[in-house]
């Protein structure tokens, strides 16, 4: 929704979205960021996605309590200030930015604070791991919240950085006070439709085609922010090569993920740079192995996924220096673990102890009665990870040197995650970034046990009472020692296990017209308010 005064603006938005209905792409203002990046956002429903695409889009137009810089460090956004309460450890208490307008003109207050969480509990949401310690969200006056937790939480601030608020008397006027159930493939009004605090106002937006954004006028953070770019024309391009064409063209501004294959070309390019950084994130396979059976093998009566030697078997088969060499052209970090260095439980130890061996994977397959292999259907998105489908093609080659022939099923990441949180699938590819930096995050959403309020990615069907009551202890213990000795125990289980086949951490590569100036994020979220436009 745009004010009448950006009457001005929304006329030249409107023209280049209909030259680019014609062209694909057309010359810009200097203030008119044009981005692209290989897959879209999932929804613009704020809480029924947790997914890196779908996040970026909606830190743009929507706002949490708190956010993370360009460089990963926690700022103040709708909140001002937030600590636990003085008599009660049980308790933080946030104070709100006062004054802040959503963008059809609403005021923000608590009341929303305490919709937009207790919405992003709710059973369709895919945020509600990161808030299952909290047992009851308050207002107290119009600018102040009170979260009590079960027992003290000390890292609740980490688990708000992408919870974002949304007006309450939007939501119920526009029937949208359910989060969308994204994968019973319905439809709301809030999925097609914003009303956030964000920099950013929605435009317009065809999925997969094209979105466009424009400022708001009435930001309250104008000037807290360079806020350069002014308009944003985002178009999801997912042809390797035809994102390149259009950054060397320059047809677009901004790219999230040059091609490991392009980078030089890039680089080299007068008027153009490349920024590279680690990611927060980890690329791996899932394995199914809590059915009794699997649908997509050829072994009858019984799941070869179930055998641990099995699946180190697996692992001991993919050669991740391979993979870095070849698929990633030296742009990864071989991985031991689903852990990315970033995160409070890493060890060096843990990262480094997958090892290609596939003498001793075949006497392990032997063991385990699969001498002789078996075949299996490996699920892999195409439009979501650097490279995605090409190292699901390498692994499929590495696999069948231990007899475990592989077909491989490569889809765009809309059809491909239902396929994990829908237990439809056996042997599975997904990438895992941490935007709290602590281990708590990855058990809660892949380690316990598929339930209400947890679990809700973990595909593997691995399900232990007691590693399930370890990772619900976190969230409230306040003996950091203590808590990181539980970690360690959770991750010796995993290892143990064997219940991912990690590949390697991502390396980002943001290719840019020289005229763009931003630090890469580590979450790969760009925030265009932080950006500078020369």
């Known amino acids: 929704m745009l004010k009448q005064n950006s009457k001005r603006r929304l006329t030249s938005v409107l023209m280049l979205s209909a030259a680019m209905v014609v062209t694909g792409f057309t010359a810009a203002q200097a203030d008119t960021l044009r981005w692209a990046r290989a897959g879209d956002s999932l929804t613009l429903d704020p809480h029924a996605q947790n997914e890196g695409p779908t996040h970026t889009l909606a830190h743009q137009i929507y706002e949490p309590l708190i956010i993370r810089d360009m460089s990963g460090a926690f700022q103040a956004a709708l909140a001002t200030d937030w600590a636990p309460k003085a008599d009660n450890p049980n308790v933080w208490v946030f104070n709100l930015r006062q004054g802040v307008k959503y963008h059809d003109g609403a005021d923000f207050t608590s009341e929303d604070v305490v919709f937009s969480i207790n919405r992003a509990m709710s059973e369709n949401s895919n945020m509600k791991e990161l808030l299952s310690s909290i047992k009851e969200v308050r207002a107290v006056g119009d600018y102040q919240v009170e979260f009590e937790t079960n027992g003290p939480n000390p890292i609740l601030p980490s688990n708000l950085t992408n919870l974002f608020m949304m007006d309450k008397g939007w939501a119920e006027a526009n029937n949208a006070v359910d989060v969308q159930d994204v994968e019973g493939g319905e439809t709301t009004y809030a999925a097609t439709n914003t009303n956030g605090t964000g920099a950013y106002r929605l435009v317009s937006r065809e999925p997969d085609v094209k979105t466009v954004l424009t400022i708001n006028e009435d930001y309250w953070g104008r000037n807290d922010f360079p806020m350069d770019v002014t308009d944003i024309v985002y178009t999801p391009i997912q042809n390797a090569a035809t994102r390149v064409a259009a950054l060397l063209s320059g047809e677009v501004d901004f790219i999230q993920d040059v091609p490991v294959q392009d980078l030089n070309r890039v680089s080299s390019t007068d008027g153009l740079a490349v920024k590279t950084a680690p990611?927060?994130?980890?690329?791996?396979?899932?394995?199914?192995?809590?059915?009794?059976?699997?649908?997509?093998?050829?072994?009858?009566?019984?799941?070869?996924?179930?055998?641990?030697?099995?699946?180190?078997?697996?692992?001991?088969?993919?050669?991740?220096?391979?993979?870095?060499?070849?698929?990633?052209?030296?742009?990864?970090?071989?991985?031991?673990?689903?852990?990315?260095?970033?995160?409070?439980?890493?060890?060096?130890?843990?990262?480094?102890?997958?090892?290609?061996?596939?003498?001793?994977?075949?006497?392990?397959?032997?063991?385990?009665?699969?001498?002789?292999?078996?075949?299996?259907?490996?699920?892999?998105?195409?439009?979501?990870?650097?490279?995605?489908?090409?190292?699901?093609?390498?692994?499929?080659?590495?696999?069948?040197?231990?007899?475990?022939?592989?077909?491989?099923?490569?889809?765009?990441?809309?059809?491909?995650?239902?396929?994990?949180?829908?237990?439809?699938?056996?042997?599975?590819?997904?990438?895992?970034?941490?935007?709290?930096?602590?281990?708590?995050?990855?058990?809660?959403?892949?380690?316990?046990?598929?339930?209400?309020?947890?679990?809700?990615w973990n595909g593997t069907g691995f399900t232990n009472t007691d590693v399930d009551a370890q990772i619900v202890s976190l969230a409230s213990e306040t003996?950091?020692?203590?808590?990181?000795?539980?970690?360690?125990?959770?991750?010796?289980?995993?290892?143990?296990?064997?219940?991912?086949?990690?590949?390697h951490h991502q390396v980002l590569n943001w290719g840019m017209s020289e005229k763009v100036g931003t630090d890469v994020s580590p979450e790969d979220d760009p925030k265009f308010k932080f950006f500078t436009m020369n």
């Open 279 to 456: 990611q927060n994130r980890v690329i791996f396979l899932g394995m199914n192995m809590g059915a009794a059976d699997l649908k997509n093998d050829n072994v009858e009566g019984k799941n070869p996924l179930a055998d641990v030697r099995v699946r180190r078997a697996m692992s001991m088969a993919i050669n991740r220096d391979a993979i870095k060499q070849v698929v990633m052209r030296g742009q990864s970090q071989p991985a031991g673990m689903i852990a990315p260095p970033f995160v409070n439980g890493w060890t060096a130890d843990m990262d480094a102890s997958s090892k290609t061996d596939v003498a001793a994977a075949k006497a392990l397959m032997a063991e385990a009665g699969y001498a002789d292999g078996f075949s299996i259907q490996l699920d892999c998105p195409n439009d979501r990870y650097i490279n995605d489908e090409a190292i699901c093609q390498a692994a499929v080659g590495m696999l069948a040197q231990i007899g475990v022939q592989v077909n491989l099923d490569a889809k765009p990441k809309a059809q491909h995650f239902p396929l994990i949180t829908n237990d439809q699938t056996d042997f599975y590819m997904l990438g895992w970034g941490v935007p709290t930096y602590d281990s708590e995050y990855i058990f809660n959403f892949l380690v316990h046990t598929r339930g209400s309020d947890r679990g809700s």
């Open 479 to 503: 003996d950091l020692a203590k808590r990181n000795a539980t970690i360690q125990s959770i991750w010796n289980v995993v290892q143990d296990e064997q219940l991912y086949i990690p590949i």
